[in-house]
T-cell receptor
Framework: EAGVAQSPRYKIIEKRQSVAFWCNPI?????LYWYQQILGQGPKLLIQ????????DSQLPKDRFSAERLKGVDSTLKIQPAKLEDSAVYLC???????????????FGEGSWLTVV | AQSVTQLDSQVPVFEEAPVELRCNYS??????LFWYVQYPNQGLQLLLK??????LVESINGFEAEFNKSQTSFHLRKPSVHISDTAEYFC???????????FGTGTKLQVIP
């Protein structure tokens, strides 16, 4: 079974530029997450999709971050314009739950490492 | 709201010695608890999870964790560590439902030869 795929793995941009990350979840997984992991910290949920609807985006800085999940499959996360403090690893994850329920496992991709200079 | 506290940011331990990584949580509702491991330059992988039933859960590589409701803890233990266990370990909590998972700040386990 293929895992969660993310690209690009590494990206270096200047502040005020834009960047986009792509994620393809495990086939059949209804729930998709984007987490931000700053060096030395735990992952922080940015946005959670259930199929192509947003379940939680309370911690997404909406003035500069946007995410979409067209057709309920793959997803893109965009940052525009980037700030120095956006330097982090952006982790995409997916889960097989289809409705509110028990603690199914979340499967993570390897992450996209962003450095803003 | 829920939160997770991992008091130790780094834990050095000699190879073949026992180790305990501490995790405490707070939540106003019943929770599911998880330990994830992150090897260098990789994503997080589930190590073990507590959903219900027996309070002691085990992983396939010798780790175990015990859910203690009265102390709101879910400490991770291994009786004898190997070099390959060197990684960062994250405790996480979820109230179920649409499964918003909150992660702790992580504990780096350094196994010394």
């Amino acid at each position: 079974e293929a895992g969660v795929a993310q690209s690009p793995r590494y990206k270096i941009i200047e502040k005020r530029q834009s960047v986009a990350f792509w994620c393809n979840p495990i086939s059949g997984h209804a729930t998709l997450y984007w987490y931000q992991q700053i060096l030395g910290q735990g992952p922080k949920l940015l946005i959670q999709f259930q199929n192509n609807g947003v379940v939680d985006d309370s911690q997404l800085p909406k003035d500069r971050f946007s995410a979409e999940r067209l057709k309920g499959v793959d997803s893109t996360l965009k940052i525009q314009p980037a700030k120095l403090e956006d330097s982090a690893v952006y982790l995409c994850a997916s889960s097989p739950i289809k409705e509110a329920g028990s603690g199914n496992t979340i499967y993570f991709g390897e992450g996209s490492w962003l450095t803003v200079v | 709201a829920q939160s997770v506290t991992q008091l130790d940011s780094q834990v050095p331990v000699f190879e073949e010695a026992p180790v305990e990584l501490r995790c405490n949580y707070s939540s106003s509702v019943s929770v599911y608890l998880f330990w994830y491991v992150q090897y260098p330059n990789q994503g997080l992988q589930l190590l073990l999870k507590y959903l219900s039933g027996s309070t002691l859960v085990e992983s396939i590589n010798g780790f175990e964790a015990e859910f203690n409701k009265s102390q709101t803890s879910f400490h991770l233990r291994k009786p004898s560590v190997h070099i390959s266990d060197t990684a960062e370990y994250f405790c996480a909590v979820s109230p179920g439902g649409y499964q918003k998972v909150t992660f702790g700040t992580g504990t780096k386990l350094q196994v010394i030869p």
